[in-house]
């Protein structure tokens, strides 16, 4: 497709389990984001990528997320032993752009996101 | 600590008037801030921007205003329509660091026909 893609668009997971969540970003596209927005707030900025390298992860919250992208195009965010408070919704963006060249706004795409809800 | 805040969570308008939606922020070194709209089950997409060395920046019914001194951003949509309902996103970006960018909470519109 043209846009970035992300699956599964539901996930409901029981505390403690596992998750992966995939992305797929628009092709060609050199920097990758991912970004957790919880219910009534914003995104709020999880972890970068540049083809494969992992630039910044900064936002990771805690040694229970992890996110890789091998190869320079898919990326996938794991959630190991979920909990409630990682309910949300996890939005992957792309960009032609490196983060380093002012990869600015008007650059970045961003997928519908995945809608996790641990129970 | 909340460094872009978005004070009102919803905003009424009448269909033909302005909306104005507001922005604060309390990070002097952030250069460039966005506009992002959203609808239900989709992905935020970019409206509008403006570099900290501007204080206007308009495209079509679209204009944001940006006041450095007051840390303080807006964007006003001139005439609004229905189908600008959507929740707005003001975000911020450092210099050199324009992919990681820091959302304010969103406003939600609503355009009453």
């Known amino acids: 497709g043209a846009g970035v893609s992300q699956s599964p668009r539901y996930k409901v997971a029981k505390r403690g389990q596992d998750v992966a969540l995939r992305c797929d970003p628009i092709?060609?596209?050199?920097?990758l984001f991912w970004y957790q927005q919880a219910l009534g707030q914003g995104p709020e900025f999880l972890t970068y990528?540049?083809?494969?390298?992992?630039?910044?992860k900064s936002g990771l919250p805690s040694d229970r997320f992890f996110a890789e992208r091998p190869e320079g195009s898919v990326s996938t965010l794991k959630i190991q032993r979920t909990q409630q408070e990682d309910s949300a919704v996890y939005l992957c963006?792309?960009?032609?752009?490196?983060?380093?060249?002012?990869?600015?706004?008007?650059?970045?795409?961003f997928g519908e996101g995945s809608w996790l809800t641990v129970v | 600590d909340q460094q872009v805040k978005q004070n009102s969570p919803s905003l009424s308008v009448q269909e033909g008037r302005i909306s104005i939606l507001n922005c604060d922020y309390t990070?002097?070194?952030?250069?460039?801030f966005l506009w992002y709209k959203k609808y239900p089950a989709e992905g935020p997409t970019f409206l509008i921007s403006?570099?900290?060395?501007?204080d206007k920046n308009e495209d079509g019914r679209f204009t944001v205003f940006l006041n450095k001194s007051a840390k303080h951003l807006s964007l006003h949509i001139v005439p609004s329509q229905p189908g600008d309902s959507a929740v707005y996103f003001c975000?911020?970006?450092?210099?050199?660091?324009?992919?990681?960018?820091?959302f304010g909470q969103g406003t939600e519109l609503s355009v009453k026909p």
């Open positions: 963006a792309s960009s032609l752009v490196s983060i380093g060249t002012g990869a600015y706004g008007n650059t970045i795409y």
């Open positions: 092709s060609g596209h050199v920097s």
């Open positions: 990528f540049q083809n494969e390298a992992q630039l910044d």
């Open positions: 990070n002097s070194m952030f250069d460039y």
């Open positions: 403006i570099s900290s060395i501007k």
């Open positions: 975000a911020a970006s450092l210099y050199n660091q324009g992919g990681k960018l820091i």
